[in-house]
Every structure is written in structure tokens, then in C-alpha cells.
């Protein structure tokens, strides 16, 4: 589902789609481990009837809060706001759409479909990873924590006015369970089963082996659906029958191949209750489709879209210079980036056998000539990243702790040495685009994996050469990975671009058909073990479709996912995660590319905003609203 439902729907989630416990292995890591206390979502007590959850235990909001901080209730409604979404800079498919349907694996679904949706809670954006009662009014947790009950609002409406009711609830959760995308059905992999205990409540009941965070995450991400719609068109046949939900907006106008638009739900049921109060305020949303980045500046440089985040440094460091930038009508902010860990970079698949060696990996790494890069295609707009969780505490910057090397030790035979010294960091150029301290290193590291030179190539004991050939779904890329492949040429190793359309690439991405490809995921603020276990564990490794692209199998990787799962603290988890971060650093399965720490963004000058955004989340289509005074001073 990556550049489809996935990023869309979830991807800026505080923590996992899908957290359930599996300790792997064995051996005394395994022991240390299954002697961890199983995740309790620490301060969140059972049998009493709640207002919110989080992971260890603090929510910001008492349960009498009229509204979000971050919220703007004497705002203005009205106006469109046309925009063209963040998104992942890799993967997202921003070219079209052939389905409404966002939560089965077929189809291209639009962006944002997940606004037409409501679920049993909501996350706070500005907290790390609370979460509040939203279609349920409360929740209680079982004494053994494997069920939790809903108690839904009585005013709960679909948008055709019938009630929302717990038979909706049950039936989403468990349909979405047995059919929906693999990503979403690993959310549920351990409900027993969900249950109307009557009209108005609901019971999850999960089987004991679940991590206690995936509540956390499967009651703010599953959406609610109505039984009797589906009843009638099947949830796994629906196409572009526009859904009956229950949420904040509605789908409107729209065109294949060209634009979508979303309608303000005006009669919203919740629109005066506390999670909802001061969101929401355009009447209309609208996301036109480009196949091509220049055609969709060129369309916002005309007015046809009116905001964007900018992704092309060149284009924000040169061509903000037409008309309406001259006049004022539009104008260029830099905001905040989200306190939340990310990994951008290149998976090198190791599932190919000339990738198998972290020295080959290493070297491969190695010849990619940032700083030159960052200086002539990026203007400098940029820093380099070196973690797996680049922006948080979650990045490894010195030796072990005492705490990681618990953790470490049981496998110290069967890692890299460099796992238990400063982490490892990417190998730092001297921006010459031609570096021969850089080149000669790489060549060291091929030459300890065995490859030696045959003509003009390189070739193994078994005769195979190697080659590599990096995938790419847009144009953009070539010219940033021109310089690389040339650097990767002179040591020997056939460097290739290979552009395909966003269906290829997707469908190669899925069944793994690719030397490198590049993606980006933010992991979250709180991230959990199943989020690791769908990047990194070794049970991912060969199943279609999971986000473990290199293909990882290594057994303290394993092990260090469940000791993230098992983390009953901050602080534990803090232990965990830089534990996770230096070993996949020292394994060079991801190659680690740049990071920005602010959102580019350009605008026409028409809208209003409330200072200082959410922490943790951006999502300006619902925070920001349409300022009418502004409006009528742009040039006509």
C-alpha cells in the first residue's frame, strides 16, 4: 500500500498501524526478552470508563476539554482551498486515481479519502501519541487488558442520517480484518473478534498476544463503515461508488486523471463536539492530478492551485520569481518540521545475492557524493542524515549506553564491531563530485567482498558482475542520480536509471523488483515494535506488499523490534530504538539521504492560520481557513 491507501491514510501516524508482540529466536536475548513486562499502557487504568489513551499513560487533555489547542472555533467557514497535498517524496502516486475504495490492496485510491471517515478515537497533534474518544464517547479496559469497550455517542450519524451504531463497528473492524489490505489486516492480526454487545456497544476483544499500544493505533486508524451500504455492493467490490461514511467531508466533484474535490460536511454530527470544535473550515477541497512536477507549478503559478508544499529545492531557491511573487499576491514561508522520526533513503535489496555482503552495500553507499550534491542540485538546502530515525531522540550518536548493551551483548559474535563503538555514519566527501579518498575506499570494500575487476566491470568468484540499477517513478530523479551512477561506474559497478509509470512501480515495489529504490516513512513520535517488524523483521522479508524492502533477516534485529514492543517506558523505548538504529546502520541495508528541517511552502496570499502549529502533525486543509480581507487585496 506504500504510495497508495498507506501513506495517505496512515503515514503520519504518532505510532504503529499494527502492534501486537511476537518475541522471535532464541537463546538468551530471547529469555532477557520474554522476561520483559508485556506493554500495559502505563497509567491508563482498567475498569474505568475513559476519555483517552496513550501509550505510557499522559494525555495533555482532561476529560471536560472544550477543544484542541491548536484548534480555531471562531474561525471562518467557507472558501476552496486547492492544494496540492504533502506527500512521500519517493512513492506517493499523485498522478491519478481508479478507486474510492482506500482500504483494499487493488486500485489507486486519492488522497484523502481518510477525512470522509470517522473512528472510535482521534489523535491529539499536538501530544506525542494520545489518542481521545471520538464515535465512542468512552472506553474501559478489560482487568486481564484483552478487551476494550466502546460506548458509542447516541448522535453518531452517517451521511445519509442514519445512526452509526456498534453493528457498524463490529462489522468494520472484522471485515477489515478478513479483507482489507495487508496492512491494515496486520493492524488485527490478534482481535479475537469484535462484538455488538447491544445498540450502542462495542467490544474488542483481542487474544492475549497483542501488544496493549495496538489500541492506540487500530482506534484511531480503522474507519468506520456502514454495514448496511456494504450489504448491499460488497466492501471488496466497490470501485468508485462513493462510500456512505460518517466523517467531516464528503466526496464531491471529481474526474479520473484530473482532480478530485471534497465537500464540507455542513450537518457533521460532531462538528460542535470537543475533538472536532475549530477544525475543518473550507467549504470546498480540491487536489488536481499532474503526471509531471513542472505542470503542476506551472498550475499553481496561474492560481489554478493555491498552495503547495515545495519538494524541488532548485525550484524554491530559483523560480519563485514570476508575477504574483512580485506583487505579494503569493508568498513563501518555511514552518517547523514534526517532532517525529524519519527514515528517508535507498533499500538496497539484498534479496539479490551480489547485494548480500554489507561490504558491497557499504561500498555502493560509500560513492554517493552528498555534499557535492547538496551544494549544486540543492542549493544547500539540506542536511545529511545518518540514523534510521533521523530528527529524534530515537538516532544513536554516541558508544552504547549500559542500557543498549543489554540489550546488544547476547549478540556481540554475530554483529559488526562497529555496532558497539560511535555509530556508524555515512562517509563524508569533500564535495568535489569526484572524491578519491571516496573512490579508493569503496574500491577497498569490493575488493573485501570478493569482486574483482574484468575489463571495464566488476565480477565475483562465480563469474556474475555487478550491476545496479536504481527504480524511480518520476523524471526528477535522474538528474540527482546521474552524478551518483557516474561515481558508481568509475569503480566498476554498472549503474543504471531505470523510469517506469506509477502503476510499474508500484507493482515492482510490492513483489520486490528492484536492485534500489528509494522511500520515505515517518515513523512517529511514539514508534512501536510492529512498525519496526513491518520495516525490519526478518518475518517481512519475503512477504509481498510489507515495507521490509531490503529484505532484512537478522536475528538481533528481530530481537531489538520486540524489546521496542516490550518497552513499558519513554526512556525504554528511547533503549531500544538507538539499539535498533546502530545495528541497521552498521549493516548498510538503507542508504541514508538528506532531511530538511522545515516545510517549503508557497501560497496565495488568502489564508488565515493559528500559531504555533501541532507538533507532531501538519494537516493545513483542516487547520487553516479562507481569509476573505486578505483575498480581496490580492491583484484581480
Not at 33 to 51: D, I
Not at 394 to 420: G, K, N, Q, T, W
Request: proline share 6%; hydrophobic share 40%; aromatic share 14%.
Amino acid at each position: 500500500m506504500t504510495g497508495r491507501a498507506s501513506e495517505r491514510f496512515f503515514g503520519h501516524l504518532p505510532f504503529s498501524r499494527r502492534d501486537f508482540l511476537r518475541t522471535a529466536g532464541g537463546g538468551a536475548a530471547a529469555l532477557a526478552l520474554a522476561s520483559m513486562p508485556r506493554v500495559s499502557l502505563a497509567g491508563n487504568p482498567s475498569g474505568e470508563k475513559l476519555h483517552g489513551l496513550s501509550s505510557f499513560g499522559d494525555l495533555k487533555y482532561p476529560a471536560d476539554f472544550a477543544r484542541f489547542g491548536y484548534a480555531a472555533p471562531d474561525a471562518p467557514k467557507g472558501g476552496r482551498f486547492a492544494f496540492q497535498p504533502s506527500y512521500w517524496y519517493f512513492n506517493q502516486n499523485t498522478q491519478t486515481f481508479n478507486t474510492l475504495n482506500s482500504f483494499i490492496l487493488k486500485g489507486e485510491a486519492p488522497p484523502r479519502m481518510e477525512h470522509c471517515f470517522d473512528t472510535l478515537m482521534v489523535w491529539a497533534w499536538d501530544e506525542p501519541d494520545a489518542v481521545y474518544c471520538a464515535l465512542a464517547a468512552t472506553v474501559e479496559i478489560s482487568p486481564d487488558r484483552n478487551t476494550y469497550r466502546f460506548v458509542l455517542r447516541p448522535e453518531a450519524r452517517f451521511h445519509d442520517g442514519s445512526p452509526v451504531t456498534a453493528e457498524d463497528v463490529a462489522f468494520s473492524f472484522m471485515v477489515m480484518k478478513e479483507k482489507g489490505h495487508p496492512q491494515i489486516s496486520l493492524d488485527l492480526a490478534n482481535l479475537a473478534e469484535a462484538v455488538a454487545t447491544d445498540a450502542a456497544t462495542v467490544e474488542l476483544r483481542f487474544n492475549g498476544r497483542q501488544s496493549d499500544r495496538a489500541i492506540l493505533s487500530v482506534a484511531m486508524t480503522v474507519p468506520v463503515l456502514s454495514k448496511a451500504f456494504n450489504a448491499e455492493i460488497p466492501f471488496d467490490d466497490q470501485v468508485m461508488q462513493v462510500p456512505l461514511s460518517s466523517g467531516p467531508w464528503k466526496v464531491g466533484r471529481r474526474s479520473p486523471g484530473l482532480f478530485i474535490e471534497y465537500e464540507r460536511n455542513r450537518d457533521y454530527w460532531a462538528k460542535d463536539l470537543p475533538f472536532a470544535r475549530g477544525l475543518d473550515h473550507f467549504d470546498t477541497l480540491r487536489i488536481d492530478f499532474f503526471r509531471e512536477r513542472q505542470p503542476a507549478f506551472e498550475a499553481f503559478k496561474k492560481g489554478d492551485v493555491r498552495w503547495r508544499e515545495e519538494f524541488t529545492s532548485k525550484i524554491w531557491a530559483t523560480e519563485y520569481v514570476f508575477p504574483a511573487v512580485t506583487r505579494g499576491d503569493v508568498v513563501k514561508t518555511e514552518v517547523a518540521n514534526e517532532k517525529r522520526a524519519a527514515l528517508q533513503g535507498w533499500a538496497v535489496n539484498t534479496r539479490r545475492g551480489k547485494f548480500s555482503d554489507p561490504l558491497t552495500r557499504q561500498a555502493i553507499a560509500t560513492v554517493f557524493d552528498f555534499e557535492w550534491t547538496n551544494r549544486n542540485i540543492f542549493y544547500g538546502a539540506y542536511k545529511r542524515s545518518q540514523s534510521m530515525f533521523e530528527g529524534s531522540a530515537f538516532a544513536a550518536m554516541d558508544p552504547p549506553s549500559a542500557d543498549e548493551l543489554i540489550l546488544l551483548e547476547p549478540y556481540r559474535d554475530r554483529l559488526p564491531e562497529s555496532v558497539f563503538g560511535a555509530p556508524v555514519r555515512q562517509f563524508e566527501t569533500d564535495g568535489s563530485g569526484n572524491d578519491r579518498a571516496a573512490l579508493r575506499q569503496a574500491t577497498r570494500l569490493l575488493r573485501q567482498a570478493g569482486w574483482r575487476r574484468s575489463g571495464d566491470g566488476l565480477v565475483n568468484d562465480r563469474g556474475e558482475t555487478l550491476s545496479v540499477e536504481f527504480l524511480i517513478r518520476a523524471q526528477v530523479f535522474e538528474r540527482l542520480l546521474g552524478p551518483y551512477a557516474e561515481n558508481l561506474r568509475s569503480v566498476g559497478i554498472g549503474a543504471s536509471i531505470r523510469l517506469v509509470d506509477a502503476s510499474q512501480f508500484q507493482a515492482r515495489l510490492e513483489s520486490f523488483d528492484f536492485d534500489i529504490v528509494g522511500s520515505s516513512v515517518s515513523f512517529g513520535a511514539t514508534p512501536s515494535g510492529e512498525t519496526m517488524r513491518q520495516y525490519f523483521h526478518s518475518e517481512n522479508a519475503a512477504r509481498s506488499g510489507s515495507l521490509n524492502y531490503p529484505g532484512i533477516k537478522i536475528e538481533a534485529v528481530d530481537q531489538l523490534v520486540a524489546a521496542v514492543d516490550a518497552a513499558d517506558s519513554r526512556e525504554a523505548l528511547t533503549t531500544a530504538m538507538r539499539a535498533l538504529d546502530r545495528v541497521l546502520r552498521a549493516y548498510f541495508f538503507w542508504i541514508p539521504n538528506w532531511h530538511s528541517e522545515t516545510h517549503r511552502i508557497a501560497m496565495w496570499n488568502e489564508y488565515g492560520w493559528q500559531d504555533p502549529k501541532p507538533g507532531y502533525f501538519f494537516p493545513v486543509e483542516r487547520l487553516w481557513w479562507f481569509d476573505a480581507d486578505k483575498a480581496a487585496k490580492l491583484s484581480k
